[in-house]
């Protein structure tokens, strides 16, 4: 079983989308462990919708809770406790792709980052990164923090409009493969995402 990991120098930097080429790409099976916010839908439905695959290829959520913050808060709002023994890789046939939330250091528990449970799961890393300013300093930072737990990191994959220095700059520094920038797309779709994931992303 072939698996990565998908997360992001921040939130809402378009990451589900990335991971939901990367699912279709792959015919690979999608876990979020731990979804907070699901008003009106969770990153599973979105990733669902837009990678073109079966409905048997989405995993349910080891927590889906449904206060939109950070999972340790959300957990505390929802009455809920995290334990790191539901958070383990689940068995499948062909690959899986799990998405994490929010960007390396969010806290899934009073215990635990989202980082700590990367470095328990030992699998390959891919960072997806915004263009435009204040790149350069949030995907250097990160691959640091993944590098000094010893993860292995499968590539950087920009999503954004173009930015040649920073796309540049960024792997180079880092000493981390690109896999090409993912564009904004209008309108978003399954199709839509399907061609400019096949045109721009190096698969890893």
């Given amino acids: 079983m072939s698996v990565f990991i998908v997360t992001g120098t921040d939130t809402d930097i378009g990451k589900t989308v990335f991971a939901a080429g990367l ?3 792959l015919r690979a099976r999608y876990w979020k462990p731990v979804q907070a916010g699901v008003d009106p839908e969770g990153d599973k439905e979105r990733v669902a919708a837009l990678s073109g695959l079966p409905a048997s290829h989405i995993l349910p959520e080891a927590y889906r809770l449904t206060t939109p913050a950070s999972p ?4 505390r709002i929802d ?5 790191l023994d539901r958070l383990a890789l689940p068995k499948v046939d062909g690959p899986l792709v799990v998405e994490g939330a929010g960007g390396l250091m969010v806290p899934v528990s ?7 449970l990367f470095a328990h799961w030992r699998a390959p890393v891919i960072l997806c990164a915004r263009t435009g300013l204040g790149t350069i300093n949030h995907s250097l930072l990160s691959i640091e923090a993944l590098r000094a737990r010893d ?3 499968a590539g950087i994959a920009f999503i954004g409009d173009p930015h040649a220095e920073n796309e540049r700059i960024i792997p180079l520094l880092g000493k981390v493969p690109s896999l090409g920038r993912l564009p ?3 309108p978003l779709d399954a199709e839509a995402l399907k061609a400019a994931f096949k045109a721009s992303i ?3």
């Fill in 23 to 25: 699912t279709g790409a």
């Fill in 72 to 75: 340790h808060l959300a957990a």
């Fill in 79 to 83: 009455g809920v406790e995290i334990g």
């Fill in 110 to 116: 009073e215990t635990l980052l989202m980082i700590d």
């Fill in 151 to 153: 993860i292995p990191i």
């Fill in 184 to 186: 904004y797309l209008d």
């Fill in 202 to 204: 190096r698969l890893p």
